[in-house]
């Protein structure tokens, strides 16, 4: 059977070249393994077409038919997509041999999640939001990103940097890029001796012979020369998107804005470990050039601090996102996956799951920090277990990692517009730091199946320290006086707390 892998993903005006650029990634690495590959969509932007044309990849279809219709036409074994709307068909559940092919997904965060046969979430809380998928395999953080082959081989290679280079990816879809021009050159040159370098503009209205006004800036088309110019700037000022991966492999100090709400994870995670310079939102540019400027003439003039920038993005980036992604497709139909390829997964209760709850439950500091703490007897837990998994309005979940079961989170309804969290970890899980995740893993259930609400209660006994730096560290805040009462937060022992659920 031939080994064709079909990669599904648009490049647009309307949204980039990112999700092309990873697919790109994705190519290299499978025909390294002996795939064949095609891609499949709309590749409408001039910038992608050379990528495409540059990297012999063909364009097998523009993505107008079902994706298993191609499939089934092509004789793919896998289809691999990196797309946000929902173009593939179900998980095929009698595994990649039976339906004829493998299902292969990238999501960002909460963006193109779908149940798949491997899924690669490469945002900082890729762990958690990945866990609510079905899959095989599971590969998360932002050490998975999609990293080109021609990008890891400029690690180390660095030239001349005397410019700095501003680039809001291949069609500037946010339409950012005039905004961020301006505060490089405000840098560049707002000191009194202005700073030795050029500021470079990748421009797509230069591309199409349009006159993008920069003042003070060179302005360039999109090419595929990019990451040559990457290398030759002492910082790139740009979108937190896919850019980023790419210039933390090379060693590129970098200014990032948050463009737009799917970039809102990495632009956090970028900026709270020392990666990027923060430049805010789209919306602040203009109405806070000044101050950005200064920052940005700040760390342009300090060699230590763009050395550092660089150190710290790299520490979160190997390049080798692709090649595991590849590898994960062989496992699965060989069947060399297992439990431990699952990463974090979260799973409604079943009738099987009773003993052990109730043996979570009764465990001596469980109840010593749980409201109520008499031991449960078995008929008292069994009658009250095969009530929960009966009720709509509750829901009983398994946390877990890998082939471990680390703990539940139940959500119980509270009128239309709340619901009360709690949780148990297991016995053996203290202590190791595991609690936030399994109440995000819980969050994000609740959040994709959960049918509506706006808000998270719990009730805390106040002297579980704990169990209160827990909910504070994910954004629950003390329950205001009419909240507290309704829920016997009036009684000395107990605290409630709240969180909006977004």
């Given at each position: 059977?031939?080994?064709?892998?079909?990669?599904?993903?648009?490049?647009?005006?309307?949204?980039?070249?990112?999700?092309?650029?990873?697919?790109?990634?994705?190519?290299?690495?499978?025909?390294?393994?002996?795939?064949?590959?095609?891609?499949?969509?709309?590749?409408?932007?001039?910038?992608?077409?050379?990528?495409?044309?540059?990297?012999?990849?063909?364009?097998?279809a523009d993505g107008a038919e079902p994706l298993e219709e191609t499939a089934r036409r092509t004789g793919a074994r896998v289809l691999h997509v990196d797309h946000y709307t929902a173009v593939t068909p179900p998980l095929p559940r009698g595994g990649p041999g039976e339906a004829g092919y493998l299902l292969s997904s990238v999501q960002d965060g909460r963006w193109g999640r779908r149940d798949a046969d491997v899924v690669l979430d490469a945002s900082p809380t890729g762990h958690?939001?990945?866990?609510?998928?079905?899959?095989?395999?599971?590969?998360?953080?932002?050490?998975?990103?999609?990293?080109?082959?021609?990008?890891?081989?400029?690690?180390?290679?660095?030239?001349?940097?005397?410019?700095?280079?501003?680039?809001?990816?291949?069609?500037?879809?946010?339409?950012?890029l005039p905004a961020l021009a301006a505060v490089a050159t405000a840098a560049v040159g707002g000191s009194a001796d202005g700073l030795p370098y050029e500021v470079v503009v990748v421009d797509p209205a230069a591309a199409v012979g349009g006159r993008a006004?920069?003042?003070?800036?060179?302005?360039?088309?999109?090419?595929?020369?990019?990451?040559?110019?990457?290398?030759?700037?002492?910082?790139?000022?740009?979108?937190?998107?896919?850019?980023?991966?790419?210039?933390?492999?090379?060693?590129?100090?970098?200014?990032?804005?948050?463009?737009?709400?799917?970039?809102?994870?990495?632009?956090?995670?970028?900026?709270?470990?020392?990666?990027?310079?923060?430049?805010?939102?789209?919306?602040?540019?203009?109405?806070?050039?000044?101050?950005?400027?200064?920052?940005?003439?700040?760390?342009?003039?300090?060699?230590?601090?763009?050395?550092?920038?660089?150190?710290?993005?790299?520490?979160?980036?190997?390049?080798?996102?692709?090649?595991?992604?590849?590898?994960?497709?062989?496992?699965?139909?060989?069947?060399?996956?297992?439990?431990?390829?699952?990463?974090?997964?979260?799973?409604?209760?079943?009738?099987?799951?009773?003993?052990?709850?109730?043996?979570?439950?009764?465990?001596?500091?469980?109840?010593?920090?749980?409201?109520?703490?008499?031991?449960?007897?078995?008929?008292?837990?069994?009658?009250?277990?095969?009530?929960?998994?009966?009720?709509?309005?509750?829901?009983?979940?398994?946390?877990?990692?890998?082939?471990?079961?680390?703990?539940?989170?139940?959500?119980?309804?509270?009128?239309?517009?709340?619901?009360?969290?709690?949780?148990?970890?297991?016995?053996?899980?203290?202590?190791?730091?595991?609690?936030?995740?399994?109440?995000?893993?819980?969050?994000?259930?609740?959040?994709?199946?959960?049918?509506?609400?706006?808000?998270?209660?719990?009730?805390?006994?106040?002297?579980?320290?704990?169990?209160?730096?827990?909910?504070?560290?994910?954004?629950?805040?003390?329950?205001?006086?009419?909240?507290?009462?309704?829920?016997?937060?009036?009684?000395?022992?107990?605290?409630?707390?709240?969180?909006?659920?977004?």
């Amino acid at each position: 059977m031939p080994r064709l892998a079909l990669l599904r993903c648009d490049a647009a005006a309307t949204g980039g070249v990112g999700h092309l650029v990873r697919c790109l990634a994705v190519a290299e690495a499978a025909r390294a393994a002996g795939w064949d590959v095609g891609l499949v969509g709309s590749v409408d932007v001039p910038l992608a077409r050379a990528l495409v044309t540059g990297a012999g990849l063909p364009v097998l279809a523009d993505g107008a038919e079902p994706l298993e219709e191609t499939a089934r036409r092509t004789g793919a074994r896998v289809l691999h997509v990196d797309h946000y709307t929902a173009v593939t068909p179900p998980l095929p559940r009698g595994g990649p041999g039976e339906a004829g092919y493998l299902l292969s997904s990238v999501q960002d965060g909460r963006w193109g999640r779908r149940d798949a046969d491997v899924v690669l979430d490469a945002s900082p809380t890729g762990h958690v939001t990945a866990s609510v998928v079905d899959a095989r395999v599971r590969l998360t953080g932002p050490r998975q990103a999609l990293v080109r082959a021609g990008v890891r081989a400029r690690l180390g290679t660095r030239g001349p940097t005397g410019q700095v280079l501003v680039v809001a990816g291949g069609t500037d879809a946010a339409g950012i890029l005039p905004a961020l021009a301006a505060v490089a050159t405000a840098a560049v040159g707002g000191s009194a001796d202005g700073l030795p370098y050029e500021v470079v503009v990748v421009d797509p209205a230069a591309a199409v012979g349009g006159r993008a006004r920069h003042p003070g800036a060179v302005s360039r088309p999109p090419g595929p020369d990019l990451l040559d110019q990457a290398a030759r700037s002492a910082l790139v000022v740009t979108a937190a998107g896919t850019t980023t991966s790419e210039l933390a492999v090379m060693g590129v100090p970098m200014a990032v804005v948050q463009a737009v709400d799917n970039q809102a994870e990495t632009y956090r995670d970028l900026v709270a470990s020392g990666a990027a310079l923060p430049l805010g939102t789209a919306a602040g540019l203009l109405r806070d050039r000044d101050r950005l400027a200064a920052d940005l003439r700040e760390v342009l003039a300090d060699a230590g601090r763009l050395a550092g920038l660089a150190a710290a993005a790299a520490a979160r980036v190997d390049g080798a996102g692709a090649a595991r992604l590849v590898a994960a497709w062989d496992a699965v139909w060989t069947g060399r996956t297992a439990d431990g390829d699952r990463g974090w997964w979260v799973a409604r209760a079943a009738p099987g799951d009773s003993d052990l709850l109730l043996a979570w439950r009764n465990d001596a500091q469980t109840r010593a920090q749980s409201i109520t703490t008499d031991p449960v007897s078995p008929s008292a837990h069994a009658a009250w277990f095969s009530g929960v998994l009966a009720d709509p309005g509750r829901h009983l979940l398994l946390v877990g990692s890998g082939a471990q079961r680390v703990g539940t989170v139940r959500f119980d309804r509270l009128g239309a517009g709340a619901w009360e969290v709690s949780l148990t970890l297991a016995p053996e899980s203290r202590g190791r730091g595991l609690s936030g995740t399994v109440l995000s893993c819980g969050e994000e259930h609740l959040l994709a199946h959960g049918g509506g609400g706006d808000r998270l209660v719990a009730r805390v006994r106040e002297g579980n320290a704990a169990s209160l730096a827990l909910f504070g560290r994910a954004g629950y805040r003390p329950a205001d006086a009419r909240t507290s009462a309704a829920l016997g937060g009036d009684h000395p022992g107990l605290r409630v707390v709240v969180k909006a659920l977004a």
